[in-house]
């Protein structure tokens, strides 16, 4: 066909487009909230906090199925497999289709029809998981990229770089164990003069990992918003000194039994460029478990090292009647003042192995929307006494501090 036959309607002797009104009729939707199996499912509760709803299970089903936050993750008895394929099913079958309308995926019909048979087959959710070998995939792939990609040319070189990169390995771990071997000698010499001399070998205190400290006055301390009890609290004057730090590591415990892991606890205000002030599960002086609001990493107290924080203490308060949150395990918490006439929350001195675990904390966006309205959001809220005392927080039970090992080999 000749070019010139063409015709897009575009051009200067072709036919002029011209948009046309479509009409469309009004959108059916039907009533949801109306619907017989909304009531017996919800009841009377708004649409809103039924998707909250839905959401809040989402996320328990999806940490069951990756193992979060449980003491044993490799083990399943056949009672928890069923347990978790009920609830599955229920999830996609019923609360999925009713708010959101048929799921028609496979990955959806997969989860709410064969989880279980896919797990009394395996025995664990793991099995197929392919990210192990993926990453050895990138060994061979460094190597392909130093060929010169050309057929049998090409897997002579790879050849010879694996054999190369096997001896390296080899040395390298030979090297190691002689280190290893010279440093047991070292040791055993230095216990024969030891027990001649009869020295007392005793361990240095070292500082737990931490940021380079700063040193400031209690009074200067006590001048950052909050802090006007401070040298009251650290029983140190306005003119003692301290070495305080943006952050300090400490080894975590945590309440449903995994193993403990070195976590970072911050209170700066600046990382990676935005503020950062950690909540810290810890225990009192009488035992009791309790919530606070980092603001202060001490590392020393007029010259001697006296590791603690300082934080605003935090309370559980009252939630409102069938909350999806609450019902999922998280906590409401609000801030806990010493008095009805106080304006900052009160401050408690934690010293360093008192601390159990970092906790993630969100805030409680339908009170500060129902209070500000929905445009609402933490850093458009006044930093305010009476908003302060009204601010409401949930503690965030979904959040995966611990996670199922996927090569449960290593």
Same mark, same amino acid.
Not at 177 to 206: C, F, I, N, R, Y
């Given at each position: 066909?000749?070019?010139?036959?063409?015709?897009?309607?575009?051009?200067p002797?072709?036919?002029?487009?011209?948009?046309?009104?479509?009409? *469309?009729?009004?959108p059916?939707?039907?009533?949801?909230?109306? !619907?017989?199996?909304?009531? @017996?499912?919800y009841?009377?509760?708004?649409?809103?906090?039924?998707?909250?709803?839905?959401?809040?299970?989402?996320?328990?089903?999806?940490?069951?199925?990756?193992?979060? %936050?449980?003491?044993?993750?490799?083990?399943? $008895?056949?009672?928890?497999?069923?347990? *978790?394929?009920?609830?599955?099913?229920?999830?996609?079958?019923?609360?999925?289709?009713?708010?959101?309308?048929?799921?028609?995926t496979?990955? #959806?019909?997969?989860v709410?029809?064969?989880?279980?048979?896919?797990?009394?087959?395996?025995?664990?959710?793991w @099995? &197929?998981?392919?990210? =192990? %070998?993926?990453?050895?995939?990138?060994?061979?792939?460094?190597?392909?990229?130093?060929?010169?990609?050309? &057929?049998? $040319?090409? +897997?002579?070189?790879?050849?010879? #770089?694996?054999?190369?990169?096997? =001896?390296?390995?080899r040395?390298l771990?030979?090297?190691?164990?002689?280190?290893?071997?010279?440093?047991?000698?070292?040791?055993?010499?230095?216990?024969?003069?030891?027990?001649?001399?009869d020295?007392?070998? @005793?361990?240095v205190?070292t500082?737990?990992? $931490?940021?380079?400290?700063?040193?400031?006055?209690?009074?200067? #301390?006590? !001048?950052?918003?909050?802090?006007?009890?401070?040298?009251?609290?650290? /029983?140190?004057?306005?003119?003692?000194?301290? +070495?305080? !730090?943006?952050?300090?590591?400490?080894?975590?415990?945590f309440e449903?039994?995994?193993?403990?892991?070195?976590?970072?606890?911050?209170?700066?205000?600046?990382?990676?460029?935005?503020?950062?002030?950690?909540?810290?599960w810890?225990?009192?002086?009488?035992?009791?478990r309790?919530?606070?609001?980092?603001?202060? +990493?001490?590392?020393?107290?007029?010259?001697?090292?006296d590791?603690?924080?300082? +934080?605003?203490?935090?309370?559980?308060v009252?939630s409102?009647?069938?909350?999806?949150?609450?019902?999922?395990?998280?906590?409401?918490?609000?801030?806990?003042?010493? /008095?009805? %006439?106080? =304006?900052?929350? =009160?401050l #408690?001195?934690?010293?360093?192995?008192?601390?159990?675990?970092?906790?993630?904390?969100?805030?409680?966006?339908?009170?500060?929307?129902?209070?500000?309205?929905?445009?609402?959001?933490?850093?458009n809220?006044?930093d305010?006494?009476?908003?302060?005392?009204?601010?409401?927080?949930?503690? %965030?039970?979904?959040?995966?501090?611990?996670?199922?090992?996927?090569n449960?080999s $290593?």
């Amino acid at each position: 066909m000749d070019g010139d036959d063409l015709d897009d309607g575009n051009g200067p002797d072709g036919a002029v487009l011209v948009p046309a009104d479509e009409v *469309l009729p009004d959108p059916a939707v039907a009533g949801v909230t109306t !619907s017989d199996k909304y009531r @017996e499912l919800y009841g009377r509760l708004p649409l809103h906090r039924a998707v909250l709803d839905v959401y809040c299970r989402m996320a328990a089903l999806g940490g069951r199925l990756m193992g979060d %936050n449980m003491a044993d993750t490799t083990r399943m $008895s056949e009672q928890q497999m069923r347990a *978790l394929a009920d609830e599955a099913l229920d999830f996609i079958t019923n609360r999925v289709d009713l708010l959101f309308g048929p799921a028609h995926t496979t990955k #959806a019909h997969r989860v709410a029809a064969h989880l279980l048979a896919a797990l009394l087959n395996n025995g664990n959710l793991w @099995e &197929g998981d392919t990210s =192990e %070998n993926e990453a050895l995939h990138c060994v061979c792939k460094k190597m392909y990229a130093r060929t010169n990609k050309r &057929g049998a $040319s090409m +897997v002579l070189q790879m050849m010879r #770089a694996t054999e190369t990169q096997t =001896e390296v390995l080899r040395e390298l771990r030979a090297l190691v164990d002689m280190k290893k071997q010279d440093g047991d000698g070292v040791h055993d010499l230095l216990d024969e003069v030891a027990d001649e001399s009869d020295v007392q070998m @005793e361990p240095v205190v070292t500082l737990q990992r $931490s940021h380079r400290g700063r040193r400031l006055l209690v009074a200067d #301390a006590q !001048s950052m918003p909050g802090m006007a009890g401070l040298g009251e609290l650290l /029983g140190e004057g306005p003119d003692g000194s301290l +070495v305080v !730090s943006p952050s300090v590591a400490f080894s975590c415990t945590f309440e449903w039994g995994a193993r403990s892991v070195t976590q970072t606890e911050c209170a700066t205000e600046l990382y990676q460029g935005r503020p950062r002030y950690d909540r810290i599960w810890y225990t009192d002086q009488g035992g009791q478990r309790r919530l606070g609001w980092v603001r202060l +990493v001490v590392r020393m107290i007029g010259g001697a090292v006296d590791d603690c924080v300082i +934080v605003r203490c935090m309370q559980e308060v009252p939630s409102i009647s069938d909350c999806a949150l609450t019902r999922s395990g998280c906590r409401r918490v609000a801030s806990n003042f010493p /008095g009805p %006439n106080a =304006e900052w929350p =009160e401050l #408690a001195r934690v010293p360093l192995a008192r601390i159990l675990r970092l906790e993630h904390v969100v805030v409680d966006f339908q009170d500060l929307g129902d209070r500000r309205g929905l445009a609402a959001v933490p850093s458009n809220t006044p930093d305010t006494a009476v908003e302060r005392r009204a601010a409401r927080f949930f503690t %965030n039970h979904f959040y995966p501090f611990t996670s199922r090992v996927l090569n449960t080999s $290593s």
